[in-house]
C-alpha cells in the first residue's frame, strides 16, 4: 500500500469509530411493550405504538461487492484497509453478523466477468483475506457486469442464512451492460427482490472523466440502472470519493429500508389491529401505529392475553408486544337462611381477577314476597372491594317471629360500579326459610262428662296445647235415670318442649291424661262399681323414612268393675257389656285425622251418656301448611 492509501485508511478508520457510530448499539423495540387494560365486554381503546428498527438491520450477512477494473485503484485500497472497522461497527450493533466477499469486471476485456473471493462467514480474518483477493486490473473502457454480479448473487452463488438480513454493498464507478451475461435488468431485480436482497449502491468518482458513475446513461445504456436496483430493494444510492467509500458502505446499510408488520395472536374474545398495516422506514427510525385493542361482545369476565410480533421483513426479530385485558365484572350471589340465623349473608364478587385499585359499587335491597320491616331491615349504601381481593360481604338483617309462614323472599341490587368494572349479575335472591313449626300440637283431658257436664277439665281450649292440670275432690250428678259419683277426679296435659320455636327432634310430643279414683254409676236395677280408672292419649314426633312424622297412641286402665256386686275382670283391653239400659263401652281408643281420642269408661243410654276418663291429643296443620304438623318446618 502507499503513503496515500495509508493516510485514506488511518482517515477513514477514525471517521468510523467515532462516538456517533456507538449509537448504533442503541437497542431496538416496541413501546410499550407491555399492555395491561381494564375493557367491559365489547369496549375497545386505541394505543400509540412505535416500534424502533435496529440500526443495521438484524442478523445480516453483508456481501461488499466491488468493482475491480482498472479506475476502482483507489476505492478498493480504502475498503480493503477499512473493512475491519466495518465489520467491527456492524457487529458492536448485531453481534451475529456474517460476511462474504465478492468482485466483477468487464464482459469484454477482462479475465473474469463475476467471482466469490469469500462466501458468508463468521471469520472476520477469512473476510480479511477475500478482500485481499481484490486485484485491480483490466476494463479498459465501459460499461462492466455489474448486473451478471448481483443476479448470481441472488441465485445461488452465496449461501445466506435462512433468517438473516441480506445486504449487498456494492460500489463501482459505471453502470452494467444490459443484458448481462444474459441476465436483463428486470430479471436481475426480481431475482434480488425474490431472494430479499437489499442493495446498498455507492457510486464512486461521481462523473470523473472515464468515470461515469453506477447510475449514468452510457454505451446505450439508459440512466438510472442503480435507482431502478436500489428503489426496488429497499436499498439507497449514495455518492463517495474515494476516500470515503468504506464510510459510505457503512452509511447505506445504515439507511437500507426496514418493513414492520405487526402480526397478533390472541384469545379468542381479543382482537388486536394495527394501522397500517405496516410501516417501512429507514433502519434505526421508528414505525408508528395505531392499536386498536377489543373486548367481544358477550366476554365473560376473566383475564385475556394477546401477543403481537412486530416483522421486520416478514421475519420474527424479538419485537414483541405483551398485551394483557383484565374483564372484570361484578356479581353478588343468591342467599338461603332460616328465619332464624339472624341475617343473610350476601358476597359481592369481582369476577376475572382481583384489581390494584378498591372496587366500589353501591347496593340496595327490595321487596318480594319477603317485606321489610316484618321480615328483614331494609339495607343500601356502597360495598368496596380492597385492592388485591376479589370479594366483600354484604349484611342484611333478618327478622324473626313465631309465626308459621311460606318459604318468602326479597332481592338486593347493585348498581354505579366503579369505572372499567361491570355488573354481570346485578341481582341476589335473599330467601328466607321459615323456622316455625308447620303446625302444633293440640291436647285436652276430661276426667268426667255426664251428658254434657265436664269436670276437671286440662286445657280446654285444646289448641295449642300447653302444660295444665285440674282436680275435683268429688261430683254427685244425675243424667237422665243415671246417677254418677266419683271421688278425686284428676286431669292434665303436658306439651314437650314447651318451647315450640326449638327444631322439631323425635320425642316432641303432646300428652293428656285423665283419672278418677272411685266411682258409682246406678240406675233402676243397676249398679257399676269402679275402681281407678285411667286414660292417656299421646301425639308425637317418631323418626320415620322421610324424617320426623306425627304418631299417635292411647291407652287406658280400669282397676276393677263389679256389674250389680258381679266382678267382671277388665284390665286394658277394650271391651263392651251389654246393658238392659244400654251398653258399657271400656278402653276406647279411636285414631282418625290426626286425632288419637282415649276414653277409658263410657256409658250409653237412651237418654244419656256419660264419659269417664277421657284424653285426646292431635296435630294441625299451619295456615301456611294446611297439611304441616309440629314434627316439621
Not at 445480516?60 to 477499512?82: E, F, H, K, W, Y
Not at 314476597?369 to 333478618?398: F, K, L
Not at 261430683?475 to 286431669?491: R, W
Request: glycine share 10%; hydrophobic share 40%; net charge negative.
Amino acid at each position: 500500500m502507499n503513503r496515500r492509501h495509508t493516510l485514506l485508511a488511518l482517515t477513514t478508520a477514525a471517521a468510523l469509530l467515532t462516538p456517533g457510530a456507538a449509537a448504533l448499539a442503541a437497542p431496538p423495540g416496541v413501546d410499550p411493550s407491555t399492555v395491561e387494560l381494564n375493557l367491559l365486554p365489547g369496549q375497545s381503546t386505541t394505543i400509540a405504538k412505535n416500534v424502533t428498527t435496529a440500526p443495521i438491520p438484524p442478523n445480516p450477512d453483508l456481501v461488499l461487492l466491488a468493482d475491480t477494473t482498472g479506475s476502482m485503484t483507489d476505492a478498493i485500497g480504502n475498503v480493503q484497509a477499512n473493512a475491519g472497522a466495518v465489520t467491527d461497527s456492524v457487529r458492536q450493533a448485531q453481534p451475529t453478523a456474517q460476511f462474504g466477499v465478492a468482485s466483477y469486471q468487464d464482459e469484454e476485456d477482462s479475465t473474469y466477468l463475476f467471482r466469490v473471493e469469500q462466501n458468508i462467514t463468521a471469520d472476520t480474518a477469512a473476510v480479511q483475506a477475500g478482500l485481499a483477493q481484490w486485484q485491480v486490473g483490466n476494463g479498459g473502457d465501459t460499461p462492466e457486469s455489474a448486473i451478471n454480479a448481483l443476479h448470481e448473487l441472488a441465485t445461488g452463488a452465496m449461501n445466506y442464512r435462512p433468517d438473516d438480513t441480506k445486504i449487498v454493498a456494492w460500489f463501482g464507478d459505471a453502470p452494467s451492460h444490459d443484458p448481462s451475461n444474459g441476465h436483463t435488468l428486470a430479471d436481475t431485480i426480481a431475482a434480488l427482490q425474490a431472494a430479499k436482497i437489499r442493495v446498498v449502491a455507492v457510486n464512486v468518482g461521481n462523473g470523473q472523466p472515464g468515470r461515469p458513475g453506477l447510475d449514468a446513461a452510457d454505451s446505450g445504456v439508459p440512466a438510472g440502472q442503480a435507482t431502478q436496483i436500489v428503489n426496488a430493494t429497499g436499498g439507497v444510492l449514495l455518492n463517495a470519493a474515494d476516500n470515503q467509500v468504506a464510510q459510505k458502505i457503512l452509511e447505506g446499510i445504515q439507511a437500507v429500508k426496514s418493513t414492520v408488520s405487526p402480526v397478533a395472536t390472541c384469545d379468542p374474545q381479543l382482537t388486536v389491529t394495527n394501522a397500517p398495516s405496516s410501516v417501512t422506514v429507514d433502519s434505526g427510525s421508528t414505525a408508528t401505529f395505531t392499536e386498536t385493542i377489543a373486548v367481544a361482545a358477550g366476554t365473560t369476565p376473566g383475564t385475556y392475553r394477546c401477543t403481537v410480533d412486530y416483522l421486520v421483513d416478514g421475519v420474527s426479530r424479538g419485537f414483541i408486544e405483551n398485551t394483557t385485558v383484565h374483564v372484570r365484572g361484578l356479581a353478588v350471589d343468591d342467599v338461603t337462611v332460616s328465619e332464624g340465623a339472624g341475617s343473610a349473608n350476601f358476597t359481592v364478587s369481582l369476577l376475572g381477577g382481583a384489581s390494584p385499585d378498591p372496587v366500589t359499587v353501591n347496593y340496595a335491597t327490595a321487596n318480594g314476597s319477603a317485606t321489610a320491616p316484618a321480615d328483614y331491615a331494609a339495607s343500601g349504601g356502597t360495598v368496596t372491594i380492597p385492592a388485591g381481593q376479589t370479594s366483600a360481604p354484604v349484611t342484611v338483617p333478618i327478622v324473626s317471629d313465631a309465626v308459621d309462614e311460606a318459604t318468602e323472599d326479597f332481592t338486593l341490587n347493585l348498581s354505579s360500579s366503579s369505572t372499567g368494572v361491570g355488573i354481570v349479575d346485578g341481582q341476589g335472591v335473599g330467601t328466607i326459610i321459615d323456622d316455625d313449626r308447620d303446625g302444633s300440637f293440640s291436647c285436652t283431658g276430661t276426667a268426667a262428662d255426664v251428658a254434657g257436664i265436664t269436670v276437671a277439665v286440662a286445657n280446654p281450649a285444646n289448641l295449642p296445647c300447653v302444660d295444665d292440670s285440674k282436680t275435683v275432690a268429688s261430683i254427685s250428678l244425675n243424667a237422665g235415670l243415671l246417677n254418677v259419683k266419683s271421688n278425686t277426679l284428676t286431669a292434665s296435659t303436658d306439651l314437650t318442649p314447651d318451647d315450640q320455636s326449638l327444631p322439631p327432634a323425635a320425642g316432641d310430643r303432646a300428652l293428656s291424661t285423665a283419672k278418677v279414683d272411685k266411682t258409682t254409676v246406678s240406675a233402676l236395677g243397676l249398679n257399676i262399681e269402679l275402681g281407678v280408672i285411667e286414660a292417656q292419649a299421646s301425639a308425637s314426633c317418631v323418626a320415620g323414612p322421610g324424617g320426623l312424622q306425627p304418631a299417635f297412641a292411647g291407652s287406658s286402665n280400669i282397676a276393677s268393675l263389679k256389674i250389680n256386686g258381679v266382678a267382671v275382670t277388665v284390665g286394658s283391653a277394650p271391651l263392651t257389656i251389654p246393658l238392659l239400659i244400654g251398653s258399657l263401652k271400656l278402653n276406647s281408643t279411636v285414631v282418625e285425622n290426626g286425632v288419637v281420642t282415649q276414653e277409658a269408661v263410657a256409658v250409653d243410654t237412651p237418654l244419656a251418656h256419660v264419659v269417664l276418663a277421657k284424653a285426646q291429643a292431635d296435630v294441625h296443620g299451619s295456615a301456611a301448611h294446611p297439611g304441616g304438623s309440629p314434627c316439621t318446618r
